[in-house]
DNA sequence: TCTAACTTGTGAACTAATTCACAAGCCACG
DNA sequence: CGTGGCTTGTGAATTAGTTCACAAGTTAGA
């Protein structure tokens, strides 16, 4: 398989996502029209993302709808349960922890930490939360697929580092901060504030540009 | 000013951010492989970037650490404060009405709303509850620059079409749905579901590749 | 069975983004 | 004031991503 570009892995999310919705609606077919609307772009992009996996439709008629719903969480790897660590237990991580989205989606969150000593033993999501020690020895022993990081910039990178030794590959962090890790282990960065920036840059520029 | 990629926007932020630290410490100027050692990318990708903008540096010196950091802060808008409303108070809405990381850039929470009519009246982050009645006319009246969207997926569309009806330029939506809006406003979209299955795509599909 | 109306899958063309590579400028030092 | 060591800024080359355009397959209806 070639290198897929993350915004096809994106594109496909969105897809799914419809196809969830009107699967639930009884729609048995679709086309790459119907989902190119639907999530913001042409037909051809819809096409030419799906044609990095294989065929899944026919011509003439579409796509089935829960034959390619099954095929993009395949793909995407939502097939089976995934387990997730928050770590870190300000607001954000406690908003987490008991975000339903998640559970709907097949990632459960199995345990929050935190560093600070006078958190830990308290609920959080309806989980206790544990010490930063637990965390290594949990992901150690193969208790997480995926850490989600929800600490202050400053504690970042060593925490990242920490996971990676421990054998983590896959990390969602919200700290507001460039992290590095090494190439077998997936990191995905989501920052408010540069988003905010984004927003502001087109605030700020619009109508400059030709 | 030709268009300038979304991805140069978020070096740009990365970039502001290093400064920023830097600056702090008193350093007087840095390289362009300063920046990219630090942000993860090329000398050469820095430099382009900036030149978007002008020529912010010296040759043989590198850039002076404060004022390239003023220009960044111009070029993204972030000489001046930006009134920020939130809208949802579901547990994400508090955890980002309380977030330091937002004023600490300029961004300030003027007010948080909601739908339900028993939240009205109540404290969230130190602002009071209103309705979206009041979204409507404080938008109207000027009140924002901007709106965080933390609201359920069915209810993001409706209310972005009011934001943008009273008049709103500038949207960051953490609602796990897609949404349009006209070309003249700016909108983002933070959306969980679709970042973790970017790491369970990885997981799933590492080694695969080539 | 034939035709008309669709829709996929995919090379080819195009557009956008990144990287290369080097002339030009700057500083420090002798 | 000249030389050596750096670093920028930027066209050119390359690589990545998107869009075009059409052959080929499918269905429905006469």
Redesign the pocket.
């Known amino acids: 398989m070639r ?1 897929i ?4 892995v994106r594109r496909l999310s969105i897809y799914l996502s419809f196809l969830e919705e009107i699967e639930e609606r009884g729609v048995p077919t ?4 119907d989902l190119a609307r639907l999530g913001g ?5 819809v ?2 993302d ?2 990095f996996f294989g ?9 089935s709808v829960p034959e390619l719903s099954l095929r993009l969480r395949e793909i995407l790897g939502l097939g089976r349960q995934w387990k997730v660590a928050i770590v870190g237990a300000g607001k954000i991580g406690a908003a987490l922890a008991r975000y339903a989205g998640f559970a709907e989606r097949g990632f459960m969150v199995i345990g929050v930490y935190d560093s600070d000593p006078s958190k830990i033993g308290s609920k959080s999501g309806g989980v206790i939360i544990k010490s930063m020690a637990e965390l290594d020895r949990d992901v150690v022993a193969g208790k997480y697929d995926i850490a989600v990081l929800t600490v202050p910039a400053e504690a970042a990178q060593s925490i990242v580092d920490r996971l990676v030794k421990a054998g983590l590959k896959a990390i969602l962090s919200f700290a507001p901060t460039q992290l590095s890790v090494p190439s077998d282990v997936t990191l995905r960065t989501v920052n408010m504030a540069m988003e905010l920036e984004g927003l502001t840059f087109a605030l700020t520029n619009r109508g400059n540009d030709k």
């Not at 570009?5 to 096809?8: D, I, L, P, Q």
């Not at 679709?30 to 029209?33: E, K």
């Not at 772009?41 to 992009?45: E, G, H, K, R, W």
């Not at 065929?55 to 796509?63: A, P, T, V, W």
């Open positions: 290198r570009a993350e915004s096809t679709t086309s790459s029209d772009t042409t037909s051809a992009q096409r030419k799906l044609s065929s899944f439709g026919k011509r003439g008629l579409g796509y």
